[in-house]
């Protein structure tokens, strides 16, 4: 059974960092592509950032403007996503979702998991 732990979130001001970190279980997350997608109250899930099977390559929303990093641990099978010069437009609840590949719809990764609340206030 595949379980995807996320962690990290918190609440915090802007201009903060935070890094979150998605822990698998049953899955190897060198195996396969893995996300980190975010949703905020009304709004559409949306893709935040993709590393791919060999973890060489990685994909981020244009929003994201270089202040974020995807990266992976595969000796701790862990995903994780520095964010720095956090706004409050990045308030959100944020998913971990792992698939064999990068799928094109953020609706249809195979894993998800329960997802960790950002908060960013002024």
């Known amino acids: 059974q595949v379980q995807l732990v996320e962690s990290g979130g918190g609440s915090v001001q802007a201009g903060q960092s935070l890094r979150l970190s998605c822990a698998a279980s049953?899955?190897?997350?060198?195996?396969?592509?893995m996300a980190w997608l975010r949703q905020a109250p009304g709004t559409e899930r949306e893709t935040v950032a993709t590393?791919?099977?060999?973890?060489?390559?990685?994909t981020y929303a244009r929003f994201v403007s270089g202040r974020f990093t995807i990266s992976r641990d595969n000796a701790e099978n862990t995903l994780y996503l520095q964010m720095n010069s956090l706004t409050p437009e990045d308030t959100a609840m944020y998913y971990c979702?792992?698939?064999?590949?990068?799928?094109?719809?953020?609706?249809?990764?195979?894993?998800w998991g329960q997802g960790t609340q950002v908060t960013v206030s002024e």
């Open positions: 979702a792992a698939d064999r590949l990068c799928p094109n719809d953020p609706r249809t990764w195979s894993y």
């Open positions: 049953g899955y190897t997350v060198s195996n396969g592509c």
């Open positions: 590393i791919d099977k060999t973890g060489r390559v990685a």
